[in-house]
């Protein structure tokens, strides 16, 4: 049970450039997210989905596209990275229902130049 | 939507001590708060939440209490290790399922 996986670990991107962020998870969970993490501004919530072929926005999901063909995963697209998105993002699972605990992936840490 | 506030940003404890962090939310229907811990390079992990229908609850050292009436709820470390410096998040679920979390606190507990 390796838990939530994300990679890569870490990106280096030119403005302009696209990229795909990986995201599986094996706990058989519904609920799947994507946060990033500035400092001072805390986690926000990008995208989220509550099932296979569902998907919704959240906070801050301008200049991001996310997809959900699969239960396991979740992958959080940038079409046309900016600097603005110079961040570090995370992935997190949880049951739809019953527990609220939130899985975090390690973590991936892009740069846009 | 719900608004998560958090204070202070940072914080400085001796080891000993102890640490109190305070949330507050907008959103009076929310329903669940947890706590995350960040260590340096790693991923947030759960260390205690609590559910809108009770007032406090305490794990060993730490502990967390909620004013449902004055919407804040704060995480209270005791007898403060080094091992407990890290970032703290505070959460707050609204009744549509999402999490939103506070800006994060800086504890150091200095040896």
Redesign the interface.
């Known amino acids: 049970n390796a838990g939530v996986t994300q990679t890569p670990k870490f990106q280096v991107l030119k403005t302009g450039q696209s990229m795909t962020l990986q995201c599986a998870q094996d706990m058989n969970h519904e609920y799947m997210s994507w946060y990033r993490q500035d400092p001072g501004m805390g986690l926000r919530l990008i995208h989220y989905s509550v099932g296979a072929g569902i998907t919704d926005q959240g906070e801050v999901p301008n200049g991001y596209n996310v997809s959900r063909s699969t239960t396991e995963d979740f992958p959080l697209r940038l079409l046309s990275a900016a600097p603005s998105q110079t961040s570090v993002y995370f992935c997190a699972s949880r049951e739809q229902n019953g527990a609220n605990v939130l899985t975090f992936g390690a973590g991936s840490r892009l740069t846009v130049l | ?1 719900e608004n ?1 506030e ?1 204070h202070p ?1 940072t914080l400085s404890v001796q080891e000993g001590d102890s640490a109190v962090i305070k949330c507050t939310y907008s959103d009076s229907a929310s329903n ?1 708060f ?1 706590w ?1 811990k960040q260590e340096l390079g ?5 260390i205690i ?1 609590i559910r809108s229908n009770v007032g406090e609850k305490k794990d060993q050292r730490i502990a967390v209490t909620l004013n449902k009436t004055a919407k804040h709820f704060s995480l209270h470390i005791t007898e403060t290790q080094p091992e407990d410096s890290a970032v703290y ?1 505070c ?1 707050a ?1 609204d009744t549509g ?8 606190t800086s504890l150091t507990v200095i040896p």
């Open positions: 939507g998560v958090q940003s669940y947890p995350y790693k991923r947030p992990q759960l939440d998040f959460a679920r399922n999402q999490f939103y979390f506070g800006t994060g």
